[in-house]
T-cell receptor, first 114, second 114 residues
Framework: GDSVTQMEGPVTLSEEAFLTINCTYT??????LFWYVQYPGEGLQLLLK?????DKGSNKGFEATYRKETTSFHLEKGSVQVSDSAVYFC?????????????FGTGTKLQVIP | DAGVIQSPRHEVTEMGQEVTLRCKPI?????LFWYRQTMMRGLELLIY????????DSGMPEDRFSAKMPNASFSTLKIQPSEPRDSAVYFC????????????FGPGTRLLVL
């Protein structure tokens, strides 16, 4: 079945550091890929998405490129801020049995210190 | 709009007790999803409804779990009897379409079974 593997956290960075959170996937079809962010005490919010190979999703300074050859969708940001501290989830969406199924990674906690 | 509303926000109960989690989706959303989030397994889709009808319940862990949607503005997730391994954060989400990127998540219910 489909699966998503994320790097384990927590990731601790100083403000303005470069961020990479790795994500790889396995899927039987041609999935869409997503990054979600969860701030403390809140539900998940969509951060960015990519629907086909070589697409780059971007939002709020974050970006990720859909790499079919390496089955990866790594999240990057050039300069993190304290307000970026949250848990980040990689996810894929695929059709299985005619229904849309979504698979989430286990999440990576990011802590940004001033 | 108030967004997706979940109650209670926190629940502590003893093993063997019945637990009922509640969700009010965003008005006009035809899809409603229940997720469970744990440290070990991350975020898992339990079940989703379309127009109050359960479409895919393959993620429901066992017969102790049941979900209903008696009308377009209310859904429940029930665990009977509860066990310590059911301790998790349970999220409800709603959307206009089945696509995961259109889902709005509620703040979650943190359940602790002693």
């Amino acid at each position: 079945g489909d699966s998503v593997t994320q790097m384990e956290g927590p990731v601790t960075l100083s403000e303005e550091a470069f961020l990479t959170i790795n994500c790889t996937y396995t899927a039987t079809g041609y999935p869409s890929l997503f990054w979600y962010v969860q701030y403390p005490g809140e539900g998940l919010q969509l951060l960015l998405k990519a629907t086909k190979a070589d697409d780059k999703g971007s939002n709020k300074g974050f970006e990720a490129t859909y790499r079919k050859e390496t089955t990866s969708f790594h999240l990057e940001k050039g300069s993190v801020q304290v307000s970026d501290s949250a848990v980040y989830f990689c996810a894929l969406s695929d059709k299985s049995g005619g229904y849309q199924k979504v698979t989430f990674g286990t999440g990576t906690k990011l802590q940004v210190i001033p | 709009d108030a967004g997706v509303i979940q109650s209670p926000r926190h629940e502590v109960t003893e093993m063997g007790q019945e637990v009922t989690l509640r969700c009010k989706p965003i008005s006009g959303h035809d899809y409603l999803f229940w997720y469970r989030q744990t440290m070990m397994r991350g975020l898992e889709l339990l079940i989703y409804f379309n127009n109050n009808v359960p479409i895919d319940d393959s993620g429901m862990p066992e017969d102790r779990f049941s979900a209903k949607m008696p009308n377009a503005s209310f859904s429940t997730l029930k665990i009977q009897p509860s066990e310590p391994r059911d301790s998790a954060v349970y999220f409800c989400a709603s959307s206009l379409t089945v696509a995961v990127e259109t889902q709005y998540f509620g703040p979650g219910t943190r359940l602790l079974v002693l």
